[in-house]
């Protein structure tokens, strides 16, 4: 197995395969302002592209570009403000009370996205695994953003139709873009990124019956369209999320992201038992406390640990647990890919 490019050990990775060594990343690509600052003036590293090489992380994430007009209030990815606060933004629907009155509300046009210069994306980068992301247009978080996050939780349970109407309607547009962008991937990417949020830290924000009876099927119609296109499918959502895992293999997801272990439930230890060999774990690497206040020995005895609880079963990728925040210890990042890149598990990695 010497000699395995990046895209080959991705690629095995996702079929629960043995490996020359276990694949990582930055989570989904992101350097933060601090880290990048830390990377320019103690490693002369210029930008996030000299770091993904410096390191030799095993992917490389390619966007979508957006084409259309600029934003109208409800018809981009998201409101303006970034925020779930009704007190800062105004929620378009958040009096829509029956089907009828979600006809004012306009869709953005899936044509405004695509993603023909994947192509030339991969030809900079022959042996890395590419993933294909094409924005952030959740269907529960959009949902969360129009009605409000109260009001979308209660519709789920006090007019079930309107709020099953809308996902249904964002799903359409979401599933018309993956189409488009999927189609000038094929051949070309590995991986179809797909996103939403379900959870907090302790639980998920709904019942797991009520995320099954709205949210379970139009993501498996995700799902289905990155598999026609030769795609995996790796869905971000953070938190408690053990749950719903059973579904998500059982619509096909291939992988989860983030892998958020100090949430409830989703320590590596039980996931790894329970349901390793299933679902390939992207993350994993704390950035609320170990990242952050941890030392450089405990990150790297994490990251042993993780990939040693996997060894047995493969479909783990070594990264930290979500996007960076300003006051990680630069030095942890660095500890954490380089004893990555380092170790390797004593038993052999392997499909169950």
């Known amino acids: 197995m010497s000699g395995m490019t990046s895209r080959e050990r991705v690629r095995r990775t996702f079929r629960f395969e043995a490996t020359d060594r276990v694949p990582f990343d930055f989570?989904?690509?992101?350097?933060?302002?601090?880290?990048?600052?830390?990377?320019?003036?103690?490693?002369g590293l210029p930008d996030p592209p000299a770091v993904y090489d410096h390191f030799d992380t095993d992917f490389r994430w390619f966007f979508a570009a957006y084409t259309g007009p600029a934003s109208q209030p409800n018809e981009g990815e998201a409101l303006p403000g970034g925020t779930y606060s009704d007190h800062v933004v105004e929620r378009p629907l958040r009096d829509a009370a029956t089907v009828a009155d979600l006809e004012r509300h306009r869709w953005p046009d899936p044509s405004w996205w695509e993603a023909s210069g994947i192509r030339g994306f991969r030809e900079t980068h022959p042996d890395r695994a590419v993933v294909l992301h094409c924005g952030w247009m959740p269907l529960f978080c959009t949902a969360c953003e129009r009605f409000g996050i109260e009001e979308a939780l209660v519709k789920m349970i006090s007019a079930p139709e309107v709020f099953g109407a809308f996902v249904e309607r964002q799903n359409e547009f979401y599933v018309a873009l993956l189409e488009r962008c999927c189609a000038q991937a094929r051949g070309v990417a590995d991986i179809c990124w797909l996103g939403d949020d379900y959870a907090?830290?302790?639980?998920?924000?709904?019942?797991?019956?009520?995320?099954r009876r709205f949210l379970k099927e139009p993501l498996r119609r995700q799902v289905e369209v990155a598999h026609r296109h030769d795609l995996y499918a790796l869905l971000h959502s953070c938190g408690a999320v053990r749950a719903i895992l059973p579904?998500?293999?059982?619509?096909?997801?291939?992988?989860l992201l983030t892998f958020q272990t100090s949430a409830a439930g989703m320590d590596a230890g039980s996931i790894a038992r329970d349901f390793g060999g299933q679902l390939v774990f992207y993350g994993g690497i704390d950035c609320q406390q170990l990242l952050t206040f941890g030392s450089e020995g405990a990150v790297r005895r994490e990251v042993r640990k993780n990939m040693d609880l996997f060894a047995g079963c493969g479909g783990y990728v070594v990264a930290n647990s979500h996007h960076?925040?300003?006051?990680?210890?630069?030095?942890?990042?660095?500890?954490?890919?380089?004893?990555?890149?380092r170790y390797f598990p004593a038993r052999a990695r392997m499909r169950r």
């Not at 989570?27 to 103690?42: A, G, K, T, V």
């Open 27 to 43: 989570m989904e690509s992101i350097i933060w302002p601090e880290l990048m600052d830390y990377f320019r003036q103690q490693m």
């Open 200 to 211: 907090t830290q302790r639980a998920l924000m709904m019942s797991p019956e009520l995320w």
């Open 247 to 255: 579904d998500l293999i059982d619509i096909g997801v291939d992988g």
């Open 324 to 341: 960076g925040i300003a006051n990680i210890r630069p030095e942890n990042v660095v500890a954490m890919l380089r004893e990555a890149r």
